[in-house]
């Protein structure tokens, strides 16, 4: 069974920066989604890339701060977040698809199949 395993969140001040990670398993077949989830909100996509990692999509609202990459070699993908603002307060999942298609610009949330257990990324003073 395909394992995804977060690391990386904590607090930091607005304007700094976290990386996360995503160790997975078997996973250069994979597109590698982000996704993040603030309390009462529905989760939405922040970033993907597809296996071969050729091809990445951000959501509008981290365009510029946000940057994904991956390293086949350690099966593991990463998300560079910089100038973190309140808003990006969220729980960050990764997840893994089997393809890569973007609707609107994004990787559709639908072909994520397996998902990690979430870390938490909080930004305040």
């Known amino acids: 069974q395909l394992q995804l395993v977060e690391s990386g969140g904590g607090l930091v001040q607005p304007g700094g920066s976290l990386r996360l990670s995503c160790a997975v398993s078997?996973?250069?077949?994979?597109?590698i989604g982000w996704f993040r989830q603030a309390p009462g909100k529905e989760r939405e996509g922040v970033s993907c890339i597809s296996n071969s990692g050729q091809s990445t999509n951000y959501a509008d609202s981290v365009k510029g701060r946000f940057t994904i990459s991956r390293d086949n070699a350690k099966n593991t993908a990463y998300l560079q977040m910089n100038s973190l603002k309140p808003e990006d307060t969220a729980v960050y999942f990764c997840?893994?698809?089997?393809?890569?298609?973007?609707?609107?610009?994004?990787?559709?949330?639908?072909?994520?199949?397996?998902w990690g257990q979430g870390t938490q990324v909080t930004v305040s003073s």
């Open positions: 997840a893994a698809a089997s393809m890569y298609v973007t609707y609107r610009g994004l990787c559709r949330i639908g072909d994520f199949h397996s």
């Open positions: 078997g996973f250069t077949y994979y597109t």
